[in-house]
């Protein structure tokens, strides 16, 4: 399989190196962001084995989620290589999005008594055109983490604590990237660089598990 | 922002807290303090000591109580648990 992928990278390199480039570093950012999400859910999970609290379950499932979306999102970018469809690209990315909207949704369970409206929200989506749907879900991830951020200047302002500093500043960073998609859902410059501040956002929380890590009582 | 009910964890914490603070203060630290550090009735105090010493993260010294090494330990796994749901506005 690795061997398929490197010699088709290496014949898709010879006929357009431009898209080549471009599908590659898509692939290591979104791949390097699910992982460190993922690493979050372990963090989550490890406190959850401990203490049994439920919340912690909650924060858990949504950054697997979230990583799982990402993850996808990368392996179809390069079955879209291999089999040079654009389909398998859309639905991976639609899969994704809609992992993403429902892990975030999870973590504003976490802060509030769920009503069963919100998953409901999201089904109609799927119904619209192909290429509306994933304007749409970007939307809806706006708003979601949007939502979460607004509780999380909350929690900076009364917390006043390096540690809600950085998930603040990594939530803010994860919305960026996904307005800059919004603004200009076409354009490969504009893709590349929301996909790195989604990234940056991630490296966030990686500096906030080793601080939690390193910090005293 | 609106005051959450203590979960049981976050009493345990309180408890262990008032012990380690007992101790380093007094050199032991008697029931009757730990309950008003950890605001507790002393009945649901003694429930939470039982387990405690159950579980091996407290002893028994005379009249009163110590953290053990394996309390210490717990004590600050809970602290980190603590941070990181703070960080994203949640509470222990």
């Keep these: 399989m690795i061997k ?44 959850y084995i401990l203490v049994r609290e439920k919340i912690l379950l909650y924060l858990n499932l949504a950054f697997t989620l979230i990583g799982a979306g990402l993850f996808i999102e990368a392996l179809t970018i390069i079955f879209a290589i291999i089999s040079r469809g654009l389909i398998t690209l ?10 993403q909207i429902i892990g975030y949704l999870l973590l504003i369970y976490a802060y509030y008594t769920p009503t069963e409206e919100e998953p409901k929200t999201i089904l109609p989506a799927l119904i619209v055109l192909t290429g509306i749907v994933g304007y749409v879900l970007n939307l809806i991830l706006i708003i979601v983490v949007t939502f979460i951020i607004a509780k999380l200047v ?13 998930s603040l500043a990594s939530f803010l960073l994860i919305d960026l990237s996904h307005i800059m998609l919004a603004i200009s859902p076409y354009r490969a410059s504009f893709i590349l660089v929301s996909e ?15 601080s939690i890590s390193r910090g005293r009582t | 922002m609106k005051k959450r009910y203590r979960s049981k964890i976050r009493i345990i914490l309180d408890i262990l807290d008032g012990i380690e603070k007992l101790e380093y203060e ?41 953290l053990t090494d394996e309390g210490r330990k717990f004590k600050f796994e809970l602290y980190r648990i603590r941070r990181f749901l703070e960080a994203f506005g949640l509470e222990l």
Excluded: C, W
């Design chain 2, 26 to 66: 007094e050199g032991i630290a008697l029931p009757t303090k730990i309950m008003y550090l950890s605001n507790l009735s002393y009945e649901r105090l003694n429930q939470y000591l039982r387990e405690l010493l159950n579980r091996n993260l407290i002893l028994r010294d005379g009249e009163g109580y110590r």
């Design chain 1, 196 to 210: 790195l501040i989604r990234l940056l956002g991630f490296i966030l929380l990686v500096a906030l598990l080793i």
């Design chain 1, 154 to 166: 909350v929690n900076f302002l009364v917390k006043r604590s390096i540690y809600s500093g950085f």
């Design chain 1, 90 to 99: 859309a639905i991976g990315d639609y899969t994704s999005m809609l992992a």
């Design chain 1, 4 to 47: 398929l992928i490197f010699e088709f990278g290496k014949h898709a390199y010879q006929q357009k190196p431009i898209v080549y480039t471009f599908t590659t570093l898509d692939f290591i950012l979104i791949l390097i962001s699910s992982i460190i999400s993922l690493l979050v859910a372990v963090y989550a999970y490890k406190g």
